[in-house]
């Protein structure tokens, strides 16, 4: 499994790093650029989840249809061309031009698509995790080297860098990822979009990516411009306060996503870092000192890392193998929904509205937020028969249409093998052998 996952998880992972290593500092720069407004500002931090946002549910539908590979291919030209861009931008609107072109390369969901492709259904969470895990460091190591790089080489240089990773990755992409398994779906369509759209718990998940990637966005936004503006800081500093932050919440990672996929405790991790979102928010909103300031950054940091390793894999289990790519689409979209408003929000409220009056009010979005997540259930756990087809009659699957027993189904080409996921406590392995020979 690991042969397979690391090159993926090391490409979103990187992908996610030259989009995070400018957040620390874009805010700070892009109010020096001619033409630059708090707002525009604003839309420049979260402009890339704009296209992000537009393109996640294409991206996840084409590569359904088309193919993972080649989706991949296209979303990380399309994300070096916009680092490009913004590298040699001297105006905000051509930075503006560059940020929405970084995200119209519209991958994560194909990637975690791909992932789930590639494993076994029992290796999955492994999986997820793993790739979860890898994001959530690409963040750590972006919040310490960006205002470090950008202080000392420029923030330009930091969209250079962002470039030579989403090139360097098409190489990883062709070098070291297999080609997923050819697989052929049977399955009832009706109601395949509707299913998706309104599935209560995928609402609830994708409700919850919403809120998560949107407190991110406005943080970014406000922490740097407070720092510099109301304690006197310089770019050189923000070190100071983003490094302690980054060590506390990789440290806050494994116990969370050990409780979630081992235990099975994922809403519990889900409510503890949402506690967290709301302690800081109070924390930043009524500090008097930088200290006290840093502090609220570190709680932050903390109920940030809690969630986003096992955001995917929660996620992707409420999806159905042809589904998956739709699925993840959609929780992707609402993320990068979230991240636009957020940095939105940030810039238009940062100078209009007093900020103890905005964390109080994220304060109360935070605990409407748990209660909903309180009453997700943790997803069952489901038994997955890996099944030879020359064994088994295959005139006798379609008994699997409609059943309430069989929660999905659907045949590997590659591997000449029928794969059934089954409620366990409704029929055995044994049994299910039975009914097809």
């Given at each position: ?8 998880s ?27 407004t ?20 294409p ?48 991958i ?13 259904e ?67 369509k009706?109601?395949?979009?509707t ?10 998940m994708?409700?919850t ?34 490094m ?16 979630a ?7 519990e ?48 289990k ?12 959609v ?39 748990a ?13 997955t ?13 379609s ?18 093998l ?19 020979k």
């Amino acid at each position: 499994m690991i042969k397979s996952i690391m090159p993926l998880s090391v490409i979103i992972s990187l992908r996610f790093f030259g989009l995070f290593i400018v957040l620390p500092v874009i805010s700070v720069y892009a109010m020096n650029l001619q033409g630059a407004t708090t707002t525009i500002v604003g839309i420049i931090v979260g402009g890339y989840a704009l296209t992000q946002m537009i393109f996640q549910v294409p991206f996840g539908i084409m590569s359904d249809k088309l193919g993972r590979k080649g989706t991949i291919i296209l979303g990380l030209i399309l994300f070096g061309l916009g680092s490009i861009i913004c590298s040699v931008s001297n105006d905000i609107l051509t930075l503006l031009l560059g940020r929405l072109m970084q995200g119209a390369g519209a991958i994560g969901a194909v990637v975690t698509a791909t992932i789930s492709d590639l494993v076994k259904e029992e290796q999955r969470p492994k999986a997820m995790a793993l790739m979860g895990g890898s994001i959530a460091m690409a963040f750590a190591f972006a919040m310490i080297l960006g205002p470090t790089l950008g202080s000392w080489l420029g923030v330009q240089s930091l969209f250079i860098i962002t470039a030579v990773i989403a090139f360097a990755s098409i190489f990883v992409l062709i070098k070291a990822v297999p080609n997923p398994p050819k697989i052929t779906h049977t399955y009832n369509k009706k109601g395949a979009v509707t299913s998706v759209l309104f599935n209560k718990n995928l609402l609830k998940m994708n409700l919850t990516n919403f809120l998560q990637k949107g407190f991110m966005t406005f943080a970014f936004m406000i922490i740097p411009m407070i720092l510099l503006k109301h304690f006197e800081w310089s770019m050189s500093d923000l070190w100071k306060v983003y490094m302690p932050a980054t060590i506390f919440g990789v440290l806050a990672m494994a116990p969370a996503a050990i409780l979630a996929e081992k235990k099975g405790k994922f809403k519990e991790v889900l409510i503890a870092g949402i506690f967290f979102f709301a302690i800081s928010y109070l924390v930043i909103g009524t500090s008097s000192s930088a200290t006290v300031f840093a502090i609220g950054v570190v709680l932050f940091f903390i109920g940030f890392n809690i969630h986003e390793p096992i955001m995917q894999s929660l996620a992707s289990k409420y999806a159905k193998v042809h589904q998956r790519g739709f699925v993840l689409g959609v929780f992707n979209s609402y993320g990068y929904f979230g991240t636009f408003i957020g940095g939105l929000l940030g810039g238009v409220f940062f100078e209009k509205v007093n900020l103890f009056d905005i964390v109080i009010a994220i304060a109360a979005i935070c605990i409407a937020w748990a209660i909903m997540i309180f009453t997700l259930p943790n997803p069952l756990k489901k038994q997955t028969a890996y099944l030879n087809l020359d064994d088994y009659d295959k005139s006798k699957f379609s008994k699997f249409e409609n059943s309430d027993i069989i929660d999905e189904w659907y045949i590997n080409d590659t591997e000449n093998l029928l794969i059934v996921k089954y409620d366990k406590d409704k029929i055995s392995e044994d049994e299910l052998k039975s009914t097809l020979k």
